[in-house]
């Protein structure tokens, strides 16, 4: 496939609870619980206070979304204080103290499901969970894989639903999984099969008393919503709350803001999200551009995760992808969805917060 648009999505492999990528779903409500009595307050907390690392929630008025205060930036930003780095524990701590997805693993994901929303709810915030198991996912590139089948794939989705129950929560499902429809990458003898089982997990997520939905729509170095917003109404937009853009890329907020309101524009007026974990400085501009989504350098943490957005068509502004976490194996990289600490610690520095 040429990806000399610039516009391949960077995701990680999702990892199963107790792996090096992945806190446990135990620990996670553990810490939730332990932290209750400050997390759910709503204030940002003092930083100084305790052992200098403590996590707590962001204002809710502005900020709905849980911050996972055992996520893998706040147990850097503990090892960083306990070695009395205290100016990179500062830079983590612009991660740490953020609402992140949640990447609902293959192997457990009621277990997932049910121990992320229920510390949310501890903590009097919402889950923001991505979901991306579809089979035959990425085209057999740095997150290839998926479920083994459209039946493993439905009973997958089954699993979260039955995880998140009526608990506040946010899904932005599928990354790429649309998009790869129209851009050849997925081969056609899939395609029918995709767009039933996005019609299905829709429909079973919608039927939750509290989550929302937003159905991955690709990204402004796309560049082509009169092309992917048939394919989305055949995926069952009109059932969801709208779709994402910019997951788990780097194009600043105004192009994702005008590739939105485009898609939106042609949609029936489906509201969006946009992916600003890492838009700060915009995309790449330098090297092979079939790669650069790939762990670029130089780019910077966005704006920070927030419902008010001041423009009625966007939803929220999200941290999808993971600050910190690795694209995949390139320039210096470890596999994708682990834990790069010199990677993030260049997003924070290189940011305007």
Not at 168 to 174: G, K, R, S
Not at 240 to 252: E, I, L, M, P
Not at 263 to 284: C, E, M, Q, W, Y
Not at 293 to 312: F, H, I, M, Q, V
Request: hydrophobic share 35%; charged share 20%; net charge neutral.
């Amino acid at each position: 496939m040429d990806d000399s648009r610039g516009a391949r999505p960077c995701h990680h492999t999702p990892t199963g609870p107790g792996a090096s990528a992945r806190v446990s779903v135990a620990a996670v409500l553990g810490a939730a619980l332990l932290l209750a009595g400050c997390s759910s307050g709503g204030g940002g907390g003092d930083k100084n206070a305790g052992d200098g690392a403590r996590i707590t929630q962001q204002p809710k008025s502005a900020d709905p979304f849980w911050v996972n205060p055992d996520g893998t930036a706040a147990r850097q930003l503990a090892a960083y204080t306990k070695a009395g780095r205290t100016s990179d524990a500062e830079q983590i701590r612009k991660i740490a103290e953020q609402p992140v997805g949640e990447w609902i693993g293959p192997e457990n994901p009621e277990q997932e499901a049910r121990g992320f929303t229920e510390a949310a709810q501890h903590a009097d915030r919402t889950a923001l969970l991505v979901l991306y198991d579809i089979p035959h996912r990425d085209c057999g590139q740095y997150s290839q894989g998926g479920a083994a089948d459209g039946n493993a794939y439905r009973a997958w989705i089954d699993g979260v639903a039955r995880g998140i129950q009526d608990r506040p929560a946010v899904v932005v499902l599928e990354p790429d999984a649309v998009l790869h429809l129209v851009d050849g990458c997925t081969p056609n003898q899939f395609h029918e099969e995709r767009y039933d089982l996005l019609r299905g997990a829709i429909t079973t997520l919608k039927s939750l008393k509290n989550t929302k939905v937003y159905l991955d729509a690709g990204n402004a170095g796309w560049g082509r919503p009169d092309q992917i917003y048939q394919p989305l109404q055949q995926a069952g937009i009109a059932q969801a709350d709208g779709f994402a853009v910019n997951v788990s890329n780097f194009y600043s907020t105004r192009d994702s803001l005008a590739y939105g309101k485009q898609l939106s524009a042609k949609a029936g007026g489906k509201h969006f999200v946009i992916d600003t974990s890492r838009n700060g400085n915009g995309p790449a501009t330098q090297g092979d551009p079939g790669r650069r989504w790939c762990n670029p350098p130089g780019r910077a943490l966005g704006e920070t995760p927030t419902t008010k957005t001041s423009d009625p068509l966007v939803d929220a502004y999200l941290w999808v992808k993971r600050p910190g976490e690795s694209d995949g194996t390139c320039k210096g990289g470890p596999k994708a969805g682990d834990w790069w600490a010199s990677y993030a610690l260049a997003l924070a520095r290189n940011s305007k917060q």
